[in-house]
């Protein structure tokens, strides 16, 4: 019993000596706190302010406007920080609020607490270790359905608050920590802009933390079609080239990824060239390198890439099929920042930094060393995309020319300054150009070959954009692009007739030249009317000048096989203007209606597009939402082969080119759990387009000794309608995506296939796109399996009289199917400030042989071997790229 007594006893000490230790301890935190002591006698109010900050180190945040002219006359002896303030604004029309250990100064309000504050509050979302502004990051308000999305410079305006002390907002965007935080009423009333911000995700192990983005890769917009990539974690997706900004994309639902090729996105069964392609406020009219194996585009440079697939609002057009928006970064606001890379191709450097407190840069390089040093890598890629030039397999209808033979080279540069003379102002001026330059002269040995290739894109864009106030803002973009493709190759060789001993001279030539130049002036502003209504206007004007010359020919001696001569100039002109009107109400969260229309000066019509998209959440997780619209394209590309290099741009002149119009209606549902761990997204679409300009050659027996090979430019119409399904689950140390698409895509042309419709040559009913990223410490894994059904190829079916044979259908054989496996990996460390980071990818690690087209050509001597009975027509199979590893090397501080 007394033991008992004795252990009750210590317990009670024990506590007692706690209880008392933490009182002391609480104490001296209030005798700890610095009392102020001072005398004002008129002294100015904004003066006093800061010395309470300066000396005493007491918080405080107050508009210029709402304290100057006020002067304060107050003795403080051994005040609390809380009584000074109230001492100090007692005699005064300012009140203050205690949030987040900062005494918040503001005008007092005797109005009554039920009424509504008539004004908005106006912000900007930035980076918090760069200072950039973020674009599109999402700014919801409690729990209510109100909310707002940033600009493109990051401005945002809240919606009208009650008038209560606080209101919570949250703010989120792709690649970045999530944020909740409590905005004092005096904000809604102050012009000075609430400056958020977000810090970039992390992931954290036991004994290792490591500060890089490593998953939200992708996530949903907050309109139909909309899908937004995280640009920062572009070294997760396994692809050829690391500082690729366009490849991953091709992992997403309604993109083509069995194509290999990123000359341009294949958007949901419409051909590249419909995609409107915008950087800083410029057209791209060319975006790779190496014959489509890469993009132009160095995510090192860019800040925010968006994909609009469809069903996009009034404020953009030119178009048919899809936008993709691309914002260069403005440089870094705080420190001087480097970054160098080096791969099997190429080498690239970045630097960034601030130019004084209200200017920065960011200029990026890189420039391919592959006319210097071949790698396997080179080599291997070469035989991949210019098959019809290289190849290691002798019996191939190649010239078999050796793959070490041709000097070959890319380069690409972007370069931004950015000025913001105040809060709300911003002034850039961007650059950008890419280039690539292939020559070959082979003259020792049969076949003579000679070829000389240079294509690329140049463009500037000069930008000034403003938020005046809570309720308007203007973006104002005069941008100048340069696109020049010249190709140029010629062949010639020998060959013996079987049945005598006569031999033919064969000579193949093909020569493209195409230059365009584009002006464009555009002007967007955005008016805030009430609480839900927002008005959206402006203006663009586009000048496009297009010289293309095309000539082909093959001769078999003094006898013309083919000779195809094109020549076309256009000086086309389009002046637009737009309006739209947004407005969203309890669970409507946006209802909008807008109509462009545009002046084509070659067809001399006006032509009218409306739009119309309609967002409704359903819960607080889910939203139902709907789009529709039509989209007129005046500026279009002819493929004259299937290659991304055989091209040319043309303008559309009401006669031999129409307008290419489409028609879209999209209709959908996305999910995002609670806890945002599992994100769910499925668009039904469907497309009708007219229009299509497409090179058709066919095979022509003119009589008894000629056959003739006959390329002609016909006007093609296009359906396609399908479902994209992206489902995603999240962790704290990685991802998993899966993409599906199910679709059916036509054609029909009153010239072709006998008038009846047929499969259109990218038409593929199912798609299938896995990928995962995990991280483990400082180690990062990635990988990525894409399954493609079968795709119509031409086969040709000809008489014994080389005429076509009555059983033609066109697409209707079919290819095998694509699928393959691409992995990467990568090592992260730093040391001394600087970070290093090292890895590999391996392309396509089972070496499936992916067949990707089957196209036809006419033999050399088409009249001998019809009159020896040999084919007169010969595919080739064109294959993917084989089992290929990279290896890279990257360096930042």
Not at 313 to 332: F, H, L, Y
Not at 561 to 566: A, S
Not at 637 to 652: C, D, G, M, R
Request: proline share 3%; charged share 20%.
């Amino acid at each position: 019993m007394q033991k008992l007594l004795k252990r009750l006893n210590m317990k009670v000490n024990f506590r007692s000596h706690i209880i008392l230790l933490l009182l002391l301890c609480f104490s001296m935190a209030g005798f700890a706190q610095k009392s102020v002591n001072e005398n004002f006698v008129n002294t100015p109010l904004i003066d006093v302010l800061s010395l309470l900050t300066n000396k005493y180190s007491i918080k405080v945040a107050f508009d210029n406007d709402i304290v100057s002219g006020i002067t304060v006359n107050v003795k403080l002896v051994n005040s609390k920080p809380n009584d000074a303030v109230k001492k100090i604004l007692r005699k005064t029309n300012l009140d203050f609020l205690f949030i987040n250990g900062v005494y918040v100064v503001h005008r007092k309000n005797n109005e009554e607490k039920s009424k509504v504050i008539a004004k908005k509050a106006v912000g900007i979302v930035r980076d918090k270790v760069s200072g950039e502004a973020l674009p599109y990051v999402s700014i919801s308000v409690g729990s209510s359905n109100k909310g707002a999305v940033t600009n493109t410079d990051g401005f945002f305006t809240l919606p009208e608050a009650n008038d209560t002390d606080s209101v919570t907002i949250r703010v989120s965007s792709v690649g970045f920590e999530p944020i909740e935080m409590k905005v004092a009423r005096v904000n809604f009333e102050s012009s000075t802009p609430i400056i958020i911000n977000l810090d970039q995700k992390k992931f954290q192990t036991k004994n290792v933390r490591v500060s890089k983005i490593v998953t939200d890769m992708v996530s949903l917009g907050d309109r139909p079609g909309e899908l937004v990539f995280n640009i920062h974690n572009v070294g997760q997706s396994p692809s050829i080239s690391g500082n690729d900004a366009i490849a991953p994309l091709k992992l997403l639902p309604g993109i083509d990824g069995t194509t290999e090729s990123l000359s341009g996105l294949d958007v949901r069964h419409l051909p590249a060239d419909k995609n409107l392609i915008t950087y800083d406020g410029f057209t791209i009219y060319h975006i790779d390198h190496f014959y489509g194996t890469i993009t132009s585009f160095n995510s090192k440079a860019i800040k925010d890439i968006r994909v609009l697939r469809g069903g996009f609002d009034a404020s953009w057009g030119s178009r048919a099929s899809s936008v993709i928006e691309i914002t260069g970064k403005t440089g870094n606001e705080n420190r001087f920042v480097a970054d160098a890379g080096i791969d099997e191709l190429s080498a690239n450097v970045e630097v960034e930094g601030p130019i004084g407190s209200k200017a920065s840069y960011v200029v990026a390089a890189r420039r391919s060393y592959t006319d210097i040093y071949h790698s396997n890598l080179y080599l291997n890629l070469l035989e991949s995309t210019r098959s019809d030039l290289v190849s290691s397999d002798l019996s191939s209808n190649t010239l078999n020319i050796d793959a070490s033979e041709p000097s070959y080279y890319y380069y690409d540069y972007n370069a931004k300054v950015t000025y913001k003379p105040t809060t709300f102002d911003v002034v850039s001026v961007s650059s950008y150009g890419s280039g690539d330059k292939l020559n070959l002269v082979q003259n020792d040995k049969l076949p003579f070959v000679m070829e000389d290739s240079k294509w690329g894109n140049t463009g500037v864009g000069v930008r000034w954009a403003k938020q005046w106030g809570t309720k308007f803002y203007h973006n104002l973009t005069v941008g100048f692009s340069d696109y020049n493709m010249k190709y140029f190759n010629s062949d010639s060789s020998v060959r013996g007739r079987r049945s005598s001993n006569l031999r033919d001279t064969i000579l193949k030539s093909y020569d493209i030249n195409n230059r365009l130049k584009d002006v464009t002036v555009n002007l967007k502003g955005q008016l805030k009317i009430g609480t839900l209504n927002k008005l959206e206007g402006g203006f663009n004007f586009n000048l496009v000048d297009i010289n293309a010359n095309e000539h082909y020919m093959h001769y078999v001696d003094d006898y013309a096989v083919i000779d195809t001569l094109r020549v076309r100039n256009f000086n086309s002109e389009t002046y637009t203007g737009w309006l739209q009107n947004s407005i969203s109400f309890k669970k409507v969260k946006s209802l909008l209606f807008g109509v462009r229309a545009t002046y084509h000066n070659l067809t001399q019509k006006v032509y009218f597009e409306p739009r119309f998209q309609f967002v409704f959440f359903l819960s607080e997780h889910s939203n139902m939402k709907v789009a529709a619209g039509l989209y007129n394209q005046f500026v279009n590309k002819i493929i004259v082969a299937e290659s991304s290099y055989k091209n040319y741009w043309i303008a559309s002149d009401g006669d031999k080119f129409p307008v290419v119009k489409s028609k879209h209606v999209i209709g959908g549902y996305s999910y995002v759990s609670p806890a945002k761990v599992w994100q769910f997204d499925a668009e039904l679409y469907a497309k009708a387009t007219d229009g299509i300009s497409v090179v058709q050659t066919s095979i022509k027996r003119q009589n008894v000794v000629q056959i003739k090979q006959v390329s002609q430019i016909y006007s093609v119409n296009s359906k396609a309608f399908g479902a994209d399904l992206l489902a995603r689950r999240v962790w704290n140390s990685g991802e998993f995506m899966v993409a599906y698409s199910l679709s059916k895509a036509i054609n029909q042309s009153d010239n072709l296939n006998g008038g009846d419709e047929y499969n259109s040559i990218d038409d593929h009913i199912h798609e299938l796109k896995l990928s995962i990223v995990q991280n483990y410490k400082r180690w990062r894994f990635s990988a990525s399996w894409i399954y493609g059904s079968p795709k119509p190829w031409d086969e040709l079916l000809l008489t014994s009289s080389v005429q076509l044979s009555p059983d033609y259908e066109k697409n209707s054989s079919q290819l095998p199917p694509y699928h393959r496996l691409d992995a990467g990996i990568s090592y992260s460390h730093k040391f001394l400030g600087a970070e290093l980071q090292v890895g590999a990818r391996f392309f396509n690690i089972y070496n499936r042989s992916n067949i990707i087209s089957r196209p036809y050509s006419i033999s050399d001597t088409p009249v001998q071997d019809y009159m020896q009975g040999n084919p007169v027509i010969t595919y080739t199979d064109v294959y993917g790229l084989a089992f290929t590893p990279t290896f890279f090397c990257n360096i930042k501080f």
